[in-house]
């Protein structure tokens, strides 16, 4: 195989590599319920409202910069919105942390939907 083919190959395959996932290939990170678990149930209610929509709003933005990716790996063979900050992999975890330890919480304190 030539060598300039193999460049080529590692190049678009680092580049497909660095795209922004979507945001249900995302994993959470860990929060500890003990962070929500000395708030009122309606407390807990109004923070799982907050960061449901905020998960929603980062989610979004997620979407828009992986199909900004793709189509910018298939143009010019660089992922764009990766490159200029719009990846929202980091701040998704956190929010769907958030979310699970929140609806823990609720669950432990035998809060009402």
Same mark, same amino acid.
């Given at each position: 195989?030539?060598? #300039? ?5 590692? =190049?678009?395959?680092? %580049?497909?590599?660095?795209? *922004?996932?979507r945001?249900?290939? /995302? ?14 149930c ?11 929509? #905020? ?5 979004? =933005?997620?979407?828009? %910069?992986?199909?900004?990716? *793709?189509?910018?790996?298939?143009? /010019? ?37």
């Amino acid at each position: 195989m030539n060598l #300039k083919y193999l460049g080529v190959f590692l =190049s678009l395959g680092l %580049a497909v590599s660095a795209c *922004a996932k979507r945001p249900d290939a /995302i994993v959470p990170v860990d929060i500890p319920i003990s962070a929500y678990t000395g708030q009122s149930c309606s407390k807990l209610a109004e923070q799982l409202r907050h960061e449901k929509d #905020k998960l929603q709003t980062l989610s979004n =933005s997620q979407n828009d %910069a992986a199909t900004g990716d *793709a189509f910018g790996v298939f143009l /010019i063979g660089v992922p764009v919105s990766s490159l200029t900050g719009g990846d929202q992999e980091g701040n998704i975890a956190v929010s769907k942390g958030k979310v699970q330890s929140i609806e823990l919480a609720r669950q432990s304190k035998n809060c009402k939907a």
